[in-house]
Each structure stands twice: as structure tokens, then as C-alpha cells.
């Protein structure tokens, strides 16, 4: 079993920046990938970026230019670093970790999430 705690959340104004980070502990020899995935009121949870131990990276289109990913390291962390913040990006953001294909993964963890709020 994995564990992934989520920390970097919190009340910002537009225009902002911050950066949140996941840590994995546990039996990290099932993930391969690391992702965060970010979830408004009455919308469904999207994908924002993720990356692999092989080190691809991708991101959201909506993202592109504004948010970067770090690589996995050795510790399996990862860092979701955050900038030009707007209300839209308001969310709950979860990390998600795991290894085998999108839609039926053979190992699959999510964090509890950690807020975002962008307000002036």
C-alpha cells in the first residue's frame, strides 16, 4: 500500500503563485507515474499534470505555460509549482500515483487533496 500526503494548498490572489507537493511512502515499488488532478464544486475531477519514473511529463492544455511539474525523484515526490493563478484554477487538488494503464490501473493511490482557493 501507498500513502501520499499533499501539502502547498491554501488562499491566494490572482495573479499568484504556489506550489504544492506530494510525497509517497510505502510500497513505492508499484508506482510509475505521479499525477495531480484537481476537482471544482459541481465539475468533475480533471487532470492537470503528471509525470513518470521514466520521465515523460504532460500537462492539461489549460495549464500549458503557467504550471510545471517536477520530475519523480528517488524519494517519489513530486512538486506541482503554480503561477499566473486565476479564480478558475480555484479547486481541490489531489494527487494520484500508481502504475498500468489509464483506465484500469494495476496499482492506483489518491491523496486526500488540499484546497486552492484564488480570491482577491
Same mark, same amino acid.
Given at each position: 500500500?501507498?500513502?501520499? /500526503?499533499?501539502?502547498?494548498?491554501?488562499?491566494? =490572489? $490572482?495573479?499568484?503563485?504556489? /506550489?504544492?507537493?506530494?510525497?509517497?511512502?510505502?510500497?513505492?515499488?508499484?508506482?510509475?507515474?505521479? %499525477?495531480?488532478?484537481?476537482?471544482? $464544486?459541481? %465539475?468533475?475531477?480533471?487532470?492537470?499534470?503528471?509525470? /513518470?519514473?521514466?520521465?515523460?511529463?504532460?500537462? !492539461?492544455?489549460?495549464?500549458?505555460?503557467?504550471? *510545471?511539474?517536477?520530475?519523480?525523484?528517488?524519494?517519489? *515526490?513530486? #512538486?506541482?509549482?503554480? /503561477?499566473?493563478?486565476?479564480?478558475?484554477? *480555484?479547486?481541490?487538488?489531489?494527487?494520484? !500515483?500508481?502504475?498500468?494503464? =489509464? #483506465?484500469? $490501473?494495476?496499482?492506483?493511490?489518491?491523496? =486526500?487533496?488540499?484546497?486552492?482557493?484564488?480570491?482577491?
Amino acid at each position: 500500500q501507498v500513502h501520499l /500526503t499533499e501539502s502547498g494548498g491554501g488562499l491566494v =490572489q $490572482p495573479g499568484g503563485s504556489l /506550489t504544492l507537493s506530494c510525497a509517497a511512502s510505502g510500497k513505492t515499488s508499484t508506482i510509475h507515474y505521479m %499525477k495531480w488532478y484537481r476537482q471544482s $464544486p459541481g %465539475k468533475e475531477r480533471e487532470l492537470v499534470a503528471g509525470a /513518470t519514473t521514466n520521465g515523460d511529463i504532460n500537462y !492539461a492544455d489549460f495549464v500549458k505555460g503557467r504550471f *510545471t511539474i517536477s520530475r519523480v525523484n528517488a524519494n517519489f *515526490t513530486i #512538486d506541482l509549482r503554480m /503561477t499566473n493563478l486565476q479564480a478558475e484554477d *480555484t479547486a481541490v487538488y489531489y494527487c494520484r !500515483a500508481g502504475w498500468g494503464p =489509464q #483506465d484500469a $490501473p494495476w496499482y492506483d493511490y489518491w491523496g =486526500q487533496g488540499t484546497q486552492v482557493t484564488v480570491a482577491a
